[in-house]
């Protein structure tokens, strides 16, 4: 290139400082754009939960629900167990529902098992329980779908349902409390279903627990005909429900003393 006068001359560029004032500049433009994404990602994310945590919460306790309802609305030859310990720390529990036949011989035989129980996931990346539920039977529940199994799929009669269970409880209300045991054989008068995806706190006792706002109840009536206390009872109520709790449910509240519910096979 020549000037006017025809002398070589060369173009102005930019200098290293104008580069580096550019780029430091960018940055921070880029820094304050990826943080509005974020925030606003998170809070999306928070509505989602909001409205997907109940919604699956729902689906499950509806469907003990309905398992509970069909099952005990059958016949009278049916036994419940509900048992609650922890895994990993965690609030779970087992709730078994069985249904007997008896033969000519007089002989019993499992008609129908259903079995919920929720068992630590070690496969996921975020600390949890899994929800799994098993049906055993002389008959199909789904005729469309169980006459299309494997053979070898009879062996993995636990099915996981959801993930992500920080809390699973099953209880039978007595009274203004609630017992945390049920051996059988005469079904309750009623079961209180309580989960919960919410984010655990260790509590004194080295368990995680959820607060109790996070905690999602279902009070399912078994026997229709009595009526389940849902108030205060009486001294006199209270003290025949605490030696009914003890005659049947042994001392104790059970908790302390129950080891951790695993699934022996999950399909």
């Known amino acids: 290139m020549k000037t006017a006068n025809g002398q070589p001359g060369f173009r102005r560029g930019y200098s290293l400082g104008e580069m580096l004032a550019a780029l430091v500049i960018g940055a921070m433009v880029l820094t304050a754009i990826l943080g509005v994404y974020g925030q606003a990602n998170r809070a999306a994310e928070a509505v989602l939960d909001k409205i997907e945590t109940p919604a699956l919460a729902t689906e499950v306790l509806q469907r003990i629900a309905a398992d509970l309802d069909r099952t005990l609305g059958a016949d009278d030859n049916v036994t419940v167990q509900i048992r609650n310990g922890f895994d990993n720390g965690l609030v779970t529990a087992e709730l078994v529902v069985r249904r007997i036949l008896k033969d000519a011989e007089n002989k019993e035989?499992?008609?129908?098992?259903?079995?919920?129980?929720?068992?630590?996931?070690?496969q996921s990346a975020v600390p949890g329980l899994a929800i799994y539920r098993s049906r055993t039977g002389v008959g199909f529940e789904d005729k469309l779908l169980d006459a299309r199994r494997e053979n070898w799929e009879?062996?993995?009669?636990?099915?996981?349902?959801c993930g992500g269970v920080t809390y699973f409880r099953i209880e039978v209300p007595r009274g203004d409390g609630a017992v945390d045991r049920w051996p059988g054989p005469a079904p309750p008068p009623g079961v209180r279903v309580t989960l919960s995806f919410a984010r655990p706190y260790e509590t004194v006792r080295g368990t995680?627990?959820?607060l109790d706002e996070e905690k999602i109840s279902r009070t399912i009536a078994i026997d229709r005909i009595r009526a389940i206390r849902f108030g205060p009872a009486s001294p006199d109520a209270d003290a025949a429900n605490a030696g009914d709790t003890q005659a049947e449910q042994g001392s104790g509240d059970g908790r302390g003393d129950v080891q951790p519910i695993l699934p022996t096979r999950v399909r």
């Open 208 to 210: 995680l627990d959820v």
């Open 154 to 161: 009879s062996d993995y009669s636990f099915v996981p349902l």
């Open 109 to 122: 035989q499992t008609l129908e098992e259903i079995i919920w129980r929720g068992a630590y996931d070690h």
